[in-house]
């Protein structure tokens, strides 16, 4: 399943706010073996989000629209789909109820302005939001052109609301999809560092042909200034599946050689301490 994520925000495309939701919704994503293809950042604006569904209807079988939906007046994502979808909104008078509780919980006054949360997508799923005001939504749609069926999920920016959203409804309905039952992503990713990304290439070139042949498996290089990443995955369905991928992630260690230090998420400074530790012996270190 393909899909692609867009968000919504100003402060996003000039570099006040690090859009970290795209990272933590993508690796999510992969986990329950969903391919995310786009990821598209624009202003608040309506004709700049119309652009964006535009492209993205036609490439994708679902999208998750993150921001936009707060109180002010620069938070357009729910008049903007509103228009773009043709789907009216609606008041949602619960909702409104449920804002006015959260306020009270923590003994502040709801404002007037809060009230714009409650305009709805009508006849879409409503996912609550247990940790904020603004609701987020769930439809489906067919793009204009390809007439390609798109699921639509709508989530705040704010990125523990997100990331609560995300966990309550959003994987779940989409692995019920991606996943059979009894299937598993497994992932390795190999650090190696002290060798360039085209000399472990070269090094590897053995595996790299073999898992070619092998349908399902698949490895990246990800490189940066002070290591490089081997990201080994596949889906397994049977413990000799899960044996059989063990086998190639110590295949693909053998290769690195000398130059492997350790899986992720360890770093340089704990594959020193241990091996320090292992051969008992300290370091010191001088002020110059």
């Known amino acids: 399943m393909q899909g692609s994520l867009l968000t919504i925000g100003d402060e996003l495309l000039i570099g006040q706010v690090l859009n970290s939701n795209v990272t933590w919704m993508s690796s999510q994503l992969t986990d ?30 679902f999208i998750i629209i ?31 109820a449920k804002i006015d509780a959260y306020f009270k919980s923590r003994n502040r006054v709801m404002t007037e302005n809060n009230k714009k949360q ?15 005001t603004a609701a987020g939504q769930y439809f489906t749609t067919r793009s204009k052109v390809n007439h390609r069926q798109v699921q639509v999920f709508v989530v705040p920016g704010v990125p523990f609301e997100m990331k609560s959203m995300m966990e309550r409804f959003i994987l779940p309905a989409l692995s019920k999809q991606t996943m059979i ?9 190999l650090l190696v560092t002290g060798i360039g990304e085209s000399a472990l290439a070269e090094k590897c070139d053995a595996f790299v042909k073999k898992i070619k042949t092998m349908p399902g498996v698949s490895l990246a290089f990800l490189p940066n200034p002070i290591q490089i990443k081997l990201r080994l995955q596949t889906v397994a369905k049977t413990a000799d599946e899960e044996k059989q991928f063990q086998a190639l992630t110590e295949e693909l260690r ?19 301490v241990q091996h320090l530790t292992q051969q ?6 001088r002020k110059i």
């Not at 073996?33 to 004709?47: A, F, M």
């Not at 039952?181 to 990713?189: D, P, Y």
């Not at 290769?255 to 020193?272: R, V, W």
């Not at 008992?280 to 270190?285: A, E, F, I, N």
């Open 66 to 96: 993150g921001g936009g939906l707060g109180p002010t007046h620069d938070d357009l994502t729910m008049e903007a789909l509103s228009e773009y979808f043709s789907i009216p909104l609606e008041y949602d008078a619960d909702w409104i």
């Open 118 to 132: 409650g305009y709805l997508l009508k006849g879409a799923t409503r996912i609550d939001n247990d940790c904020g």
């Open 254 to 272: 053998s290769y690195c050689g000398k130059d492997f230090y350790g899986f992720d998420p360890m770093t340089l400074e704990q594959s020193l």
């Open 280 to 285: 008992k012996q300290t370091l010191t270190t």
């Open 32 to 61: 329950i073996n969903c391919t995310v293809s786009h990821h598209l950042t624009v202003g608040d604006q309506k004709i700049e989000i119309n652009k964006a569904l535009d492209y993205l209807c036609e490439e994708s079988d």
């Open 181 to 189: 039952a009894g299937e598993k992503i497994l992932r390795s990713t």
